[in-house]
């Protein structure tokens, strides 16, 4: 146990909520060094409590409440829990191609407001730029085509998630078995009239992250870095798969932990440890034990997990990203931008393809089979691998509801990347400015967590920080 | 015209009745719309809502079990009844845990749909997140959310009256008041099929076929796109 007397503690905290937050507690000793630093996430666990006794098929309408940014991916989650509950392995071809346009259409608008309306006001102006300019209107006033083009590919991709789900919250498209609706004619000509310009940016955001990454490669290499493990869903022919695969784990040089793991096994896989400062739980790879088996998700862990990516625009990319380490998985936090990028083409790419093919138009929607107690629904959210597995009794009621969210997975990997900002570049400084504080935001947006102090869309860092000495006793107290 | 015939006025619309229908009975075929909750076509009147409270002469009644009469002035759609419907709707949102928002009846509740028409967004009274409602789903093919019951009674006079069955009854007073069945005991010890009159009546998601679920899609649910009443207006000549 580190001696942690006489410490100086800094403390980051949101002040703004959006859903679950966090905040940064750094230690610093009399000569301002970094001694420790810790991110707290609080994490809504009380909806695992909330379902239990309720219907099964309320499960993935019921569940979007828990998170109001990505909500489609937890439908989706239970949604595939479910159809194995009720004795469904295969969906028709219409259900299962219209739950991955909607799984699409989050994708490419969860990750095209990450990267316009948070990331980029870092990547562009800098981390320590001035924090009136360092903001999503500072990127609208001189970057003007970019804003205005992240704000229509968010609204392209909440289109697609309302012509799929119903509504772009709290839809109600992904049922037990399948689907209540197909596409319209009239829907898909909407979209593919689109499609070119979203394709056409999305090349573009692409190209901004890599050149970002290639030419800062300097300065972004060690930022927040470390090497890790990689856990992903991958598709039984090594590819990369967004809505459904096995599980794969790869060491940091890409050697595999395990492969095609069937994820309704994931319980000898993967396992939950608990610790006394933090709320969250913190997950780990079984047979490497608490110590080594954490591993990072989510973008990067999918491009490094995947052997190619099955759409020729994003497969180039996939290249021209792994040659940068030698094919060798990269673990640059910062590379998370990249690799998102690389994700939201690969999503376009893969919404063209849906709307193209005619079963978007079939009528045979749901199937039913026997009734079965249990299921794990897993899917790779937009900001990695998400678990629900649930146990339904025999008056069909939900008795048993476990969730990993991405955000769980990454807790290890997004506290490495805060201790080791802190260590580079807050340790010792003799002041810290809010320029300093942002490095540690900025490592935590790479990740882009559900917490409310990853996003400062309004444009004002939503960041208290107190300096409090080890009783408690608050030293000095700064809000931007 | 029938000597049977009775000439009244509903928000100073002249209205035509036959002896011995109630005020909403001649409101519906004049299409006039009173909300209402309690009142379904074929059961009989029960009065406890209150949702459907007019004024007849100046005086306060219930349009569900007022019969008309001749040249009585009924008040319908002004703003002092508007405002006691929606007090009494509120009410009814913060008595129970109605959570629209993943409620498989939503878009289908009358509740909701009501609470659309009236214009309440949000209700001015605190929640009571009772805790105290729990689920039935021992049958095998229906269940009971007490969560989301507002006590209307529907259940317990289609079971008796039109199923032959009494499966539903209430018990307790007050706020204690509860639908139970076959006295406390539990939907799969009761002769209910999921056929019963009595399963479809209920105008919110407290008693509901299983595994129906969300099967229809956001859009072509009964009040989507038409609010509720709007078939009763239009019978209007
Ligand atoms: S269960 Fe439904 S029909 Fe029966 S009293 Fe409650 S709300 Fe009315």
Redesign the pocket.
Known sequence: MQDTQDLKRVVIEPVTRVEGHGKVTILLDEDNKVKQARLHIVEFRGFERFIQGRPYWEAPVLVQRLCGICPVSHHLAAAKAMDLIVGVDQLTPTAEKMRRLMHYGQMFQSHSLHFFHLASPDLLFGFDADVAVRNVIGVAAAHKDLAVQGVMMRKYGQEIIKATAGKKIHGTGAIPGGVNKNLTIEERDAFLKDIDQMTEWSRGALKIAKDYTVENLEAVAPFGSFDSNHVSLIREDGAMDLYHGNLRAIDAQGEKIFDQVDYQNYLDYIVEDVRDWSYMKFPFIKSLGVDDGWYRVGPLARVNACDFIDTPEAEAARKEFMAVTDGKPNNLTMAYHWARMIETLHSIEKIRELLEDPDLQGTDLVLKGDRRPEGVGLIEAPRGTLFHHYKVNDDDQVEMANLIVSTTSNNEPMNRAVSKVAMDHISGKPEITEGLLNHIEVAIRAYDPCLSCATHALGKMPLTVRLVDNDGNEVAKKST | MSENTITFEIDGVEVQGTAGQTIMQAADVAGIYIPRL?AFDGLEPFGSCRVCTVKVNGRFQSACTQPIAEGIIVENDSEELLELRRNLVDMLFVEGNHFCMFCEKSGNCELQALAYRLGIAAPKYPYMFPADRNVDATHKDVF?DHN?????????RASRDLDGKNV?QFVGRGPQKR?AVNSRARLVDTDLNVTDKAVE????G??LTKHVGYSIPVGKRKYDHTPIGADIEANKK
């Not at chain 2, 009546?201 to 919110?204: E, G, H, L, M």
Request: one cysteine or more.
């Open positions: 309690c009971i989301r019951c507002i006590l209307c009674a529907r259940c317990v539903f639908i009546v209920c105008p919110v407290a008693i």
